[in-house]
T-cell receptor, first 114, second 115 residues
Framework: AQSVTQPDIHITVSEGASLELRCNYSYGATPYLFWYVQSPGQGLQLLLKYFSGDTLVQGIKGFEAEFKRSQSSFNLRKPSVHWSDAAEYFCAVAPMDSNYQLIWGAGTKLIIKP | DTEVTQTPKHLVMGMTNKKSLKCEQHMGHRAMYWYKQKAKKPPELMFVYSYEKLSINESVPSRFSPECPNSSLLNLHLHALQPEDSALYLC??????????????FGPGTRLLVL
């Protein structure tokens, strides 16, 4: 079955430190890949997406993600986190035969230490 | 502009009330979605409208009734809800099918509390 795994339920990082959030997917072909961020009580904001081409994707707010086909991974990174980055981060995939449905990871809550 | 708007932001209703949630987008998107999100969980798809026709109903109870009056508007009519229906309701839209490489854009959500 198609699935998305975010192995870390929560991650604590000091302000100014680097960040990597993990995402692995299980699907036969390379799907379309997304990272969304959700601040408390808010909607979901698209950080970045991968459809094809360059495997290193740049997004908003200084985030980037790297697609690794051999590892079925799409990890999100940021070189230096800010307190305002504290939020829930969701990885999602749209299988290439999907009309409208996204498969979501369980989410990773990012906590920033001052 | 990738804005999806939702009203109201918050809603408290009793189990016998009838209320509606509204969603609007002016990006010319032809697919619109309703999701339900419980705390600390990813969103769960409820309904999808494509070209103003209901394409997906994820076995949602009939106390939730979607409506797409035109290509820019999406409503969710609520009637006789249960306390377990309390959640954040998110609207989203995309240009067209995701299989075509499209992206879903989300609104800020309506926080619903059923008493």
């Amino acid at each position: 079955a198609q699935s998305v795994t975010q192995p870390d339920i929560h991650i604590t990082v000091s302000e100014g430190a680097s960040l990597e959030l993990r995402c692995n997917y299980s699907y036969g072909a390379t799907p379309y890949l997304f990272w969304y961020v959700q601040s408390p009580g808010q909607g979901l904001q698209l950080l970045l997406k991968y459809f094809s081409g360059d495997t290193l994707v740049q997004g908003i707010k200084g985030f980037e993600a790297e697609f690794k086909r051999s590892q079925s991974s799409f990890n999100l990174r940021k070189p230096s986190v800010h307190w305002s980055d504290a939020a829930e981060y969701f990885c999602a995939v749209a299988p290439m035969d999907s009309n409208y449905q996204l498969i979501w990871g369980a989410g990773t809550k990012l906590i920033i230490k001052p | 502009d990738t804005e999806v708007t939702q009203t109201p932001k918050h809603l408290v209703m009793g189990m016998t009330n009838k209320k509606s949630l509204k969603c609007e987008q002016h990006m010319g998107h032809r697919a619109m979605y309703w999701y339900k999100q419980k705390a600390k969980k990813p969103p769960e798809l409820m309904f999808v409208y494509s070209y103003e026709k209901l394409s997906i109903n994820e076995s949602v109870p009939s106390r939730f009734s979607p409506e797409c009056p035109n290509s820019s508007l999406l409503n969710l009519h609520l009637h006789a809800l249960q306390p377990e229906d309390s959640a954040l309701y998110l609207c989203a839209s995309s240009q067209d099918r995701l299989a075509g490489g499209e992206t879903q854009y989300f609104g800020p959500g309506t926080r619903l509390l059923v008493l």
